[in-house]
């Protein structure tokens, strides 16, 4: 939460209702699952989500406590795909820290994650309004299966930027955007500013996504959480690599195919692949595509008047790529 | 859905238009989830909970296309939490055919886990009625808390008579209560009414999942779709082996001990466990109790008038503990 803090000046107080809430819905009968909630709810995260629906819902004129249900309720969403794209990844960190699969198992996963979709339904359907519930389950829908297409997508080495992009806007974006939606649908604001605010939140999280993937490529195991070179090691092209993998040789396609198949991955090995990106500008491409989406995320706000949300939601889309983890 | 066809004399059309609701509702724009989805739903299922869906529905008095809806929805929870329950147990079988994680893999029954959820949420948000949604939520958070509940405990040598009831009632037949109130809702009947059809189902849900365990004891593989003594395979201790555990001699125990930890579990060690099971009366115990339960679900069913509904359901019951698979 610490990293986002300079946003949120207006959602202070709110913020830490949200934490509270969370805390106390993840009360449950069986000790088990508050330990392992409550290990994955404090290991933190930016609360990137709960934010946008309360900045969302403020900007949108609205001011009731819905909003801090219904930015729970996200967390809650996001964090039970989370567990569950551990299990997905065969992921070992999660936010620096071990994930919950590496210390309790992949069954433990599936089911707290279960446990989070749940109570987050719980939460929304007792906010009463269908079209938030409605907005929500669709999303849901849709990022289920984004992920179902990266699997089945990620690791083929036929993957185009078009396919990669497809992934990243229903597994991430459409989130994101869905939670700036319920601020907007809180709000009762007019079609246009909803629509304005949505397409705000897709834009956001693709050039989150995207600054994440190049993240991966760039930083250090202590900052980003991540070992280097994460998503190679899983198996997973992201778009530096499918840039690279559109002019590589021959030769340099294979070592390329190599690294996504093996089991272990030497540094070695990836420097190699690193050079192979730079040396087709994967990077600057990368980079450059998510500036276009940060600067698109900050026209959508251009209708609305100025106030200290809408300055908060224009520096998140700064910070989505100036970030360094 | 053949097995339970006698039983549903009242309710055929509406079944059908169950089926076709599910096909419809599982079309994705990912081939591949559509893919999977239908192996899933078209590999059977007796269609417990639909049946409970419709005929509660009826005996309540209600008759329209909201039923078929929910029905449809519920079906889809049971799939997913058996989806993700094949992901826990590492279950190579479902229903006598190669369950989804041994073909795909853990991560799509997972996600494809989570598309049903997340399908069976989006049309109970359609019903626009929000006792629904408060009673599927609920009751969600129940059984997965369950599960995680089974898995905490099922494998320990001190599981009570009584954790074990606890858990199966969660994971089991809470849903299957569920979908009884969900017909007693649509109907809008009286407190009294309701209850009663909600604790037929909870003991319907009982008996049905001790008759299962007791099942696992006795029936061939062909006949149950399930390896026999699957569940001590698992490592999963259930009611006839914790009432000859209660009884058994130091040695007794160690064997059922070394039972449920090693990988393998050949035939002989099986027969030797059967016969422990068998000698401290594990066998006729479980049955007595689930022929209780049996008893006290029809006796719910006292208050409500003669009709073909009412007949399918105290069938149903019976059914219960006297199906051979």
Redo the contacts between chains.
């Keep these: 939460m610490k990293e986002l803090e300079p946003f949120c000046l207006s959602i202070r107080e709110d913020l830490l209702k949200v934490e509270a809430l969370m805390q106390r819905e993840l009360q449950?009968?069986?000790p088990?699952?508050r330990h392992v909630s409550e290990y994955i709810i404090t290991n933190g995260g930016k609360r990137l989500r709960p934010i946008l629906v309360l900045l969302s819902a403020k900007i949108a004129g609205y001011s009731g406590d819905s909003a801090i249900h219904c930015a729970a309720a996200l967390e809650f969403m996001h964090t039970a795909?989370l567990l569950?794209d551990d299990?997905?990844?065969n992921a070992d960190l999660r936010r620096g820290k071990s994930s919950a699969n590496a210390i309790w198992g992949?069954?433990?996963s599936?089911?707290?994650?279960?446990?989070f979709?749940?109570?987050a339904?719980?939460i929304l359907?007792?906010q009463?309004n269908?079209s938030i519930?409605?907005k929500v389950?669709?999303t849901?829908?849709e990022?289920?299966?984004g992920?179902?297409?990266e699997?089945?997508k990620s690791n083929s080495m036929d993957i185009t930027e078009e396919d990669y992009l497809q992934i990243i806007t229903r597994k991430t974006a459409i989130l994101i955007s869905a939670c700036c939606q319920i601020g907007a649908i809180l709000g009762n604001i007019s079609e246009e500013f909803a629509l304005g605010l949505g397409q705000y939140g897709l834009y956001l999280g693709i050039s989150f996504q995207l600054a994440d993937d190049l993240l991966d490529y760039m930083s250090e195991s202590e900052k980003i959480g991540k070992l280097k070179g994460t998503d190679l090691r899983e198996g997973k092209l992201t778009l530096p690599l499918i840039i690279a993998l559109k002019k590589a040789t021959p030769e340099e396609s294979r070592i390329i195919k190599d690294a996504l198949i093996a089991k272990e991955l030497e540094e070695r090995r990836l420097k190699e692949i690193l050079s192979i990106i730079q040396k087709y500008d994967g990077i600057t491409y990368t980079l450059n595509l998510a500036k276009q989406y940060v600067l698109r995320a900050k026209g959508e706000l251009v209708q609305f008047k100025p106030s200290i949300e809408k300055e908060a939601l224009t520096a998140l889309a700064n910070f989505a790529i100036e970030r360094n983890r």
């Design positions: 449950s009968n069986v088990f699952v795909s569950h299990v997905v990844d992949n069954h433990v599936v089911l707290v994650g279960d446990f979709y749940c109570r339904c719980d359907v007792g009463k269908l519930l409605k389950t669709d849901m829908v990022t289920t299966e992920e179902v297409l699997i089945a």
